[in-house]
């Protein structure tokens, strides 16, 4: 049998009614008690308590309240007693475990492996604590020296263990009003978020965004065929929570290759019906779906598994959309339902392009930036790069970058052999690439956005019947709009009138590319995201 005390005395002096304070929607006591509750070791619990308020709390979750005496109360009285006072003597308990009200964020799982290593290792005592391996310096003879033999990166420090106040597991033979702990003593290291302690006001501000933070997941999938615009916005928007997101993909739709190199927790699923049961386990309150259209039938199975969930979806025209509690739709123009937030205005630029001012029109165009997505299903980098070979354009360089669900990437390496071509694969640092070029060839996505940033003249040219519909890249903002595959003919002699236009000219261009606030976007996202 196992016991769990929860000392929760009224005389809080540095945060006033520190116990009964509405943290996260409960009470800050309610969260010791609901662990032990939640427990599959713990059999019975114990809340001892000065205070009418936490005793009403205690009684009405079916827990049992020991009424501490004033002489129990002082600032100078240790646990120790208090936690002998509470413990029945009449009782054989096998553990006494202090649970103290000050760690909200504890969760039972952890508690319970807890007890469960305590047993397993017939231990006397074992205390919660966090490792925090510092470059720390103590006090010796009045002078101050480094507490570490070596300098080394936090990484390679040895264990610094530091106790939390959120459990002390003690074998009950051990307790009296002196001590709870026995010979045989470990720690056991409990995770970072859930090792806070509530001691001040900032440590209850810090607890109180712990426990009210969103659970996030994103839904999301790129491949040749409708592009990787949709992979990259999704790491923006894991980026902007104060959380690490849950992000899942379709394994049947999507390769892991093209997430490239993230720390982001990446989860494949084998379909909607494994998303499901993953989702009804995890209980998200956040679920962004960045997938194109959406159905009707797939959003009601979303929201019958996520009731308590905001969804949101991203580009999406589709049925489903009536069934989303917002809908961002950058890339288009109309807004059909008042949920729905259509136009550039909504598009999130990659935080790299935010640190890059707009280019200096020179007097001649000398560079051109060439880049259709991760994707490019019209194979349109193919064909621009038969066209640029020829000599009527050998005085001009050429910067092609391929994205990471392009195919026969191979093969158009090979034309770097060109000395005024230069085509790269999957680059870091687009944004540097695109301010070096005076114009820009692109289709109608997400890389239109980024030139226009920017403020470089550019040829655009739609993927597909879909991209077709995207409303910023136009003529009426300062691109030249040649549709969806435009023979090579109208592409070439397009390209030949860019690279000859007046430096007048391409200034025109990019003041109507500038005249649109693509900067702010994602901050307009976001404010809206975290308003539902």
């Known amino acids: 049998m196992i ?30 008690i609901k662990n032990a509750i939640d427990s599959t070791y713990i059999t019975d619990i114990i809340v001892t308590t000065d205070s009418p308020e936490v005793q009403i709390i205690a009684r009405q979750m079916g827990v049992n309240v020991h009424w501490r005496s004033e002489e129990l109360c002082g600032d100078e009285v240790t646990l120790d007693a208090v936690i002998a006072d509470a413990v029945p003597q009449n009782q054989e308990w096998e553990y006494v475990i202090t649970m103290q009200p000050t760690s909200p964020t504890l969760q039972s799982s952890t508690l319970d492996h807890a007890i469960q290593y305590t047993i397993e290792h017939d231990l006397d005592t074992v205390i ?3 490792n925090a391996p510092h470059l720390s310096w103590v006090e010796k003879d009045g002078k101050k020296i480094p507490h570490y033999k070596e300098r080394l990166n936090r990484q390679f420090l040895p264990p610094y263990y530091m ?23 470990d720690i056991f290291e409990v995770p970072d978020d859930e090792s806070q302690d509530v001691d001040t006001f900032e440590d209850l501000k810090s607890v ?11 839904y999301v999938n790129g491949n040749n065929s409708r592009g990787t615009g949709h992979i990259y916005r999704a790491l923006e928007l894991a980026d902007e929570f104060y959380v690490k997101p849950d992000i899942y993909y379709d394994i049947n739709q999507t390769d892991p290759a093209v997430f490239g190199k993230t720390t982001h927790r990446i989860i494949p699923v084998n379909g909607i019906v494994d998303l499901f049961h993953q989702c009804r386990e995890k209980k998200y309150t956040i679920f962004i779906n960045d997938i194109l259209s959406t159905s009707l039938d797939y959003m009601i199975g979303l929201r019958s598994v996520l009731p308590d969930a905001k969804i949101v979806n991203f580009e999406d025209d589709g049925e489903g959309i009536i069934k989303a509690d917002l809908v961002f739709n950058a890339l288009y123009k109309e807004k059909e339902f008042p949920q729905v937030y259509a136009g550039e205005k909504y598009y999130i630029a990659g935080k790299t392009f935010l640190f890059y001012k707009p280019i200096t029109i020179r007097e001649q165009v000398k560079r051109v930036f060439v880049s259709f997505g991760g994707a490019d299903p019209q194979n349109y980098s193919d064909r621009i790069l038969n066209m640029i070979v020829h000599p009527e354009f050998q005085e001009y360089e050429f910067v092609m970058v391929l994205g990471r669900a392009k195919e026969n990437v191979d093969a158009l390496l090979e034309f770097n052999k060109y000395p005024n071509i230069r085509v790269l694969y999957d680059v870091p640092d687009m944004p540097e690439i695109m301010a070096s070029c005076d114009i820009g060839i692109t289709s109608r996505g997400r890389t239109g956005y980024e030139l226009a940033i920017l403020g470089i003249p550019t040829l655009a040219m739609a993927q597909n019947t879909r991209e077709e519909k995207h409303g910023f890249v136009c003529n009426e903002n300062g691109f030249t709009y040649l549709g969806l595959n435009p023979p090579d003919e109208v592409i070439k002699s397009n390209l030949k009138m860019y690279v000859s236009l007046s430096q007048e000219s391409r200034k025109h261009f990019q003041e109507m590319l500038l005249s649109h606030n693509l900067r702010d976007g994602r901050k307009r996202v976001m404010n809206l995201i975290h308003g539902l």
């Open 208 to 218: 109180a965004a712990t426990l009210e933070r969103p659970q996030t997941a994103i």
């Open 128 to 130: 919660s604590a966090i």
């Open 3 to 32: 016991v769990a005390i929860i000392p929760a005395r009224a005389g809080s002096k540095g945060i006033p009614n520190k116990n009964i304070r509405i943290i996260g929607g409960h009470p800050l006591v309610y969260y010791a």
């Open 163 to 185: 106790e939390t106040g959120a459990f002390m597991i003690s074998r009950a033979s051990v307790i009296t009003c002196n001590t709870r702990i026995g010979q045989k003593v």
